[in-house]
């Protein structure tokens, strides 16, 4: 077939009837309240981060250290080498639990580290979409970073509600990145289609079907032909009609992320965010079942690891 870019969808003469789609499981995501706290405590002062490994590792104490124990070494000192380590272990006990320490060396180098580590992945996860989808992506992170902050600044706002509401936001980010990506390989896939040459094809084998002889072996070979070209068809729409929900989902997280950065500030219960955060929760679910549905459909074109 050939690939002169998207075309529109035209509709063949017969359909196979669509499949039903699985009930959703429309409370599987939001429920998950520990998985949706594990993402968010990754990233915040919640986590019990490596104090006694950033404690260990930093410059001027490995420099002290090995240099005592070098200096030991040297004069054949079995006390100094003593005294050094002593000196170690009193700082690997008592350096990593110091607040002004965490505050000052600790914490801006293990936030450092990590949000290189978080960057470096999601700048992987995006090399497949456009210039466009990267920077909604990246707007989207922005944002949920401003609903953090405001969130924290809330006295409503428990350090519980952080764990378990703010940590759906990550569950939201995430379902909007593989939305994304998902929407952007099937428009590729799209876009090599020629749906005006198909449509010829289609035509050609059903007038072959239609004038043939019945036991014929050419017009047994033309109706399989056909049915194929028809399960192609009908595959086509079930892309479209993904894409369109997707795509309408991804522009709702959006907008509800801006309303909740708007208001977020000024809310006196709770229960305001949890619910608006579980309605999106409840719509990422049935997008993940609809787009199961649609690559089970795909599987047979050899559609699955495109």
């Known amino acids: 077939m050939g690939t002169t870019g998207k075309q529109g969808l035209t509709t063949p003469a017969q359909t196979t009837a669509r499949k039903e789609s699985a009930p959703v499981n429309a409370t599987a995501l939001r429920d998950d309240t520990f998985g949706a706290s594990k993402a968010f405590v990754k990233g915040t002062v919640y986590e019990k981060r490596p ?22 070494g040297l004069t054949l000192s079995p006390l100094l080498a003593l005294v050094v380590l002593g000196l ?24 450092k580290e990590r949000l290189a580590e978080v960057q470096a992945a999601l700048q992987s996860r995006m ?4 210039e466009n989808d990267r920077e909604r992506v990246q707007e989207l992170v922005a944002r949920q970073v401003e609903i953090n902050q405001l969130a924290a600044q809330n006295p409503s706002f428990t350090g519980e509600l952080l764990r378990t509401e703010l940590g759906k936001t990550d569950r939201l980010v995430e ?21 005006n040459e198909l449509e010829r094809d289609r035509q050609r084998w059903e007038r072959v079907a239609k004038q043939g002889e ?27 009609r993904y894409l369109m929900v997707a795509r309408g989902q991804l522009d709702l997280i959006e907008n509800s992320f801006q309303l909740i950065a708007d208001q ?5 219960s709770p229960q305001e965010l949890t619910g608006q955060l579980d309605e ?17 459909l795909l599987n047979p074109m050899g559609l699955k690891d495109f």
């Open 280 to 296: 999106l929760l409840d719509g990422v679910e049935s997008i993940k079942q609809t787009a199961a549905d649609t690559e089970r």
């Open 88 to 111: 170690e272990i009193l700082w690997l006990v008592y350096a990593p639990g110091s607040k002004l320490l965490q505050r000052l060396l600790w914490d801006p180098q293990i936030d």
């Open 214 to 240: 019945k036991d014929d072996e050419g017009t047994n070979i033309a109706r399989k032909n056909l049915a194929v070209i028809l399960k192609r068809f009908d595959k086509m729409k079930e892309i479209h």
């Open 175 to 195: 379902a909007f990145i593989d939305m994304a990506v998902t929407c952007s390989r099937y428009e590729q896939y799209l876009e090599s289609i020629d749906l």
């Open 264 to 268: 977020i500030v000024t809310m006196q």
């Open 127 to 130: 090399q497949s979409l456009d």
């Open 51 to 72: 104090y006694v490994k950033a404690a260990f590792a930093n410059p001027y104490n490995l420099s002290l250290f090995l240099g005592g124990l070098a200096a030991a």
